[in-house]
């Protein structure tokens, strides 16, 4: 049988500050070291500042936030939204500078602020072109400090579902700085819908029952995509997420 085997991306996406440079590096150096794949990198974030790996293509060279807040006057927000803007001008070029990069394996960190990739047209377009040229798929990464209560659980949980009817790819959930002793308590309730359910039902008001009920309704929806626990920081849980992805591919990719 003649195996075709697709590039993967690994769009790894989250709220500003959860560990998704981070990620990208150790996640990307486990795989060179671990699985023996070339492994590209692709940085998609035009404010980032020092990146710890090596961007094989960076967004920076085609479109800068220091750059464009001179060039228009703009303060960071205003410049990061025309960022997103000029990133769509200028995507035909992009997707042939992604292309380039001929890595079998390729991760793709994205902005900071995850609105400005999820919710402007920039992000899912990308996507499309990324599809053009293999297999992606979301990595959706939080942080223990972003869940203080079952309802903050189950926002983030609507956040992965958000991305995914957004960018229409498969996401995976992923609970980042494990290290963090906060992290075991939001583990265990991100983990189980059960145990998130039970949780929301001791919560009063409106967020709460609303939460319970959305909870419900996606529990019908979504494939059981179990939670994957790692610390970006200190190495651990990457070969879970590793084999995760490698399950969406299977299931999803061109593999025949
Ligand atoms: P990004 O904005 O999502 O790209 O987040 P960064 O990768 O820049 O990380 C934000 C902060 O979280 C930095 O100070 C990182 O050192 C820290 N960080 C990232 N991953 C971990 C982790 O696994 N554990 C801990 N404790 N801190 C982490």
Known sequence: MLWVVERQFIVVLGPAGSGKTTLTASFGRWVEEKQGLSVGYV???PGADILPYKADF?????VNVRDVMKKYGLGPNGAFIKCADLMLEDLERIIAG?????????IVDTPGQMELFVFRRSGPTIIDGLRSLGFPIAVVVFDPS????PVDIAALKLMTTVVQLRLNVDSVPVLNKVDLPSSSEVAKVLE????LLEALRYEEGLSADLAQA?????EDYRQASRLVKVSALQGTGLEELYDILHEVYCTCGDLT
């Not at 959305?214 to 996606?218: G, R």
Request: hydrophobic share 35%; glycine share 4%; no cysteine.
């Open 214 to 218: 959305l909870m419900t309704v996606l």
């Open 43 to 45: 940085n998609l974030d």
């Open 146 to 149: 972003l869940a203080g209560s």
């Open 98 to 106: 992604i292309d380039s990069v001929k890595s079998e394996y390729v």
């Open 58 to 62: 960076d967004i920076r060279r085609y």
């Open 192 to 195: 189980s819908s059960k145990d």
